[in-house]
Each structure stands twice: as structure tokens, then as C-alpha cells.
């Protein structure tokens, strides 16, 4: 059972680095005009973007524990999950748009991904 946990925690520190990272990308254009330079100094120096790096570590630490505990052919399905709620989670936190086309692609994804690992 710990396999899946690291599995989803992988998903979940993925997710949450994604949706923080355009947060902050959104948030901080604005205030920062001019050179492309201050913006990404700006980016880079913001606790928000900084707690992105350290989800990168743990999801890279804890993508090692589960791959060690199963086969690769069954844990990488589960990372397409990210092409699903990662979209899903920015319709939801970051009011962005979510088109019949992503509903039916993420529908397909999800469907990809019961197939890959149905023999498990």
C-alpha cells in the first residue's frame, strides 16, 4: 500500500507546484513591468516559487520510493493523471477555462490510463 501513497504524493506535489508557479507567474507580471530580468528575479526570490522547488524535490523523492516498490509499467500510467488534474485544478483555483475538447481529452486520458494498468 505504500507504493500508492508515494505514487500520490508524487501527484500531489506535482500538482501543487504546477497551479503555484502560474499563481505566482500571473500575480507577479503584472507588478514587475519592464525587463524580463526583474520579473524572473522577482519569481525567483518569492517564498511561494521557492516552496515550488522543494515540492520538486519531495515529488522526486518520493517518484524513487514508489518505482523502487513497483513496476515502472504500472507507475507511470498514474503520472498521466497529472495532464488531467492539474487543468482540473486550474479551472477550480485559478478560474481559468476548462473546453468540451479538454473535458473529452481528459476523458480519454483517464480511460488510457484503466487500460494501462486494468492487468494490475
Keep these: 500500500m505504500a507504493k500508492y501513497f ?36 522577482a519569481m525567483y526570490t518569492d517564498p511561494f516559487v521557492l516552496s515550488v522547488f522543494v515540492c520538486a524535490l519531495g515529488a522526486s523523492v518520493s517518484w524513487a520510493l514508489a518505482i523502487e516498490r513497483m513496476p515502472l509499467t504500472l507507475a507511470y500510467p498514474f503520472m498521466a493523471l497529472t495532464f488531467v488534474l492539474v487543468p482540473l485544478g486550474s479551472v477550480l483555483l485559478l478560474r481559468e477555462s476548462f473546453s468540451p475538447m479538454q473535458i473529452l481529452g481528459s476523458a480519454l486520458i483517464l480511460v488510457g490510463i484503466t487500460l494501462s494498468v486494468y492487468k494490475y
Design 6 to 41: 508515494y505514487i500520490s504524493a508524487t501527484l500531489a506535489l506535482t500538482i501543487y507546484a504546477q497551479i503555484m508557479l502560474k499563481w505566482r507567474a500571473v500575480t507577479l507580471a503584472p507588478s514587475v513591468p519592464g525587463r524580463k530580468i526583474d520579473y524572473l528575479i
